[in-house]
């Protein structure tokens, strides 16, 4: 079975990007576009995770060598993120005006995560001082969200006080993903044993509370919260239930902590995270997958609770297939990679289900309605999952394309 180029995949990337500029730059930081029309939303708040999302899209964009608007986006989100978001202790506000006055001081775990991705991202880009930022960021997560487990904690007031006695799979899981790449951006082994750790706890020693899945909620001594938000079913960031586009977000993960493992990594479940992977990958498809999208949130034993489907929950499934399929074929599981990459195939015909006329991806498309939902402003989405998952496929075939030059290499020798 053929593969897909790294240069169509690196021509979505950049497609995607093609789309929101110039029109998502605003004088000050960025602004969310409509699906449809193409035209920003009216308003002028700016949400601390659309901003570093945007960020590291444009990021991504420079990394693969596309246009000088690329560094030139990135490197004004940058200012925006320093100049507005960030409060005089160092933390950053949740929400803003354009202006520069704050409209919600909390102190998001998930938005702190997101700052890291940032300016990691922005690292590898080039943007000058982004290291800085990240080194700065990691030691306030360090000092401000990292818990006694080694995990993060809840959101805070501006005093940094915890709101509520809660702990997230989902910002955690986050700032593995910011770890990452702060890995990939600077080789330092800290960050990738923060990512190793936060990973293990989540998908492997809480998981087998669980028979594998992966839950959402837990109190502030990381026990299941299983009755957390249960008259809530369609949150937006905290739905009651097992998501499947959350077990395919890990399975890209630990797809990555595979390729960065070295040999003897402690931190790696039984079988390693190559195998983990696979089994949320196939967990998900099993329990969400409704041949043209995936399903919100389930019950254990796969019932669904919200049968709405998500575009991220889609993209995720693209990237996580990518990085699947390159770790298959480096671990000589040629059924494995065959499959995922006929699944990757599968999942990008499906992407114009979520596209709206301006080529932006509507948020969901709700069980049952031919009509897609756009996002709400401020909104969180300026198509960062799908930049991420072309980002995902491209550097995944690049990895394929070098392990067989290394190969006809060796074989002429």
């Known amino acids: 079975m053929s593969d897909v180029p790294a240069t169509a995949h690196r021509g979505r990337l950049l497609a995607t990007l093609r789309v929101q500029y110039p029109d998502a730059l605003a004088e000050r930081g960025f602004r969310l576009l409509h699906p449809m029309s193409g035209e920003p939303y009216t308003g ?78 922005a690292t590898v880009a080039g943007v000058d001082g982004a290291e800085n930022g990240l080194t700065a960021t990691h030691d306030l997560l360090e000092d401000r969200f990292r818990d ?34 702060a890995f990939e951006a600077t080789g330092a082994d800290e960050y990738l ?60 993960f630990l797809a990555l902590l595979d390729r960065y493992a070295a040999d003897g990594d402690e931190g790696a479940p039984e079988g390693g995270w190559y195998a983990r992977a ?15 999208g995936f399903a919100y949130t389930h019950e254990a034993d796969g019932t669904l609770i919200v049968s709405d489907q998500y575009g991220w929950a889609l993209a995720e499934a693209i990237g996580a297939s990518a990085a699947l399929a390159e770790r298959a074929a480096t671990h000589g599981d040629t059924d ?35 009509d897609p939902v756009a996002p709400n402003p401020p909104g ?16 995944s075939a690049q990895k394929r394309i070098a392990r067989r030059t290394t190969f006809h290499d060796r074989e002429r020798t």
């Open 44 to 121: 002028h708040r700016r949400h601390l995770v659309a901003t570093c999302r945007s960020i590291a899209n444009f990021a991504v964009g420079a990394i693969v060598d596309g246009p000088d608007w690329c560094l030139d986006a990135a490197e004004h989100g940058l200012r925006f993120l320093e100049e507005v978001h960030r409060s005089v202790d160092g933390g950053y506000y949740l929400l803003v005006d354009a202006d520069g006055t704050p409209l919600d001081r909390t102190r998001s775990a998930y938005g702190h995560a997101f700052v890291l991705l940032a300016y990691a991202r």
């Open 148 to 181: 006694d487990a080694g995990m993060l904690r809840s959101d805070c007031d501006p005093d940094w006080t915890e709101r509520e006695a809660y702990r997230g799979q989902n910002a955690n899981m986050h700032a593995c993903e910011a770890y990452l790449a």
């Open 193 to 252: 044993d923060r990512a190793r750790h936060i990973a293990r706890t989540i998908t492997v020693d809480l998981a087998a509370g669980t028979d594998g899945l992966l839950w959402e909620h837990y109190t502030d001594d990381w026990d299941h919260d299983f009755g957390y938000n249960e008259d809530d079913p369609r949150h937006q960031f905290r739905p009651p239930g097992y998501q499947p586009g959350h077990h395919l977000e890990w399975a890209k």
């Open 278 to 292: 696979l089994e949320l990958f196939e967990t998900a498809v099993d329990n969400g997958w409704t041949e043209d």
């Open 336 to 370: 494995a990679a065959d499959r995922l990459r006929e699944w990757n195939r599968q999942f990008l015909a499906c992407t114009d289900r979520y596209r709206g006329s301006a080529g932006l991806w509507y948020e969901k498309r709700l069980a049952g309605d031919d």
């Open 380 to 395: 969180v989405e300026p198509d960062y999952h799908p930049a991420s998952a072309f980002y995902e496929c491209w550097r």
